[in-house]
């Protein structure tokens, strides 16, 4: 897997929870992945960092919409759901264990 953490966007997207984030992700925040993961929500990052892995070992996921170098996904905190977009701009490295 690559450890390279740069050409990373992380965008809130939509909100379908009642409650704001504890964190304060609101819809139109953009995070740099590699400059401000200090900043956000644990419990995203979570998810998010097995998105990540993924796409930066040359994996796509197919979402009606999105390039195949983006997925979204669901903040896990229920009262909140914030909806966020990862993509990856970088170099894809390819996982030798799937050539």
Not at 76 to 89: A, G, K, L
């Amino acid at each position: 897997m690559a450890e390279n953490n740069e050409n990373i966007k992380i965008t809130v997207v939509e909100r379908r929870g009642k409650r704001g984030c504890d964190y304060g992700h609101r819809v139109g925040d953009v995070y740099d992945y590699a400059k401000d993961a200090g900043r956000l929500c644990p419990w995203m990052l979570t998810v998010a960092n097995m998105y990540i892995s993924k796409l930066k070992d040359g994996q796509t996921f197919t979402r009606e919409g999105l390039p195949e170098n983006a997925v979204t996904f669901c903040c896990p905190d229920p009262r909140v759901m914030n909806i966020f977009q990862i993509e990856y701009t970088g170099k894809i490295e390819k996982n030798k264990v799937n050539e």
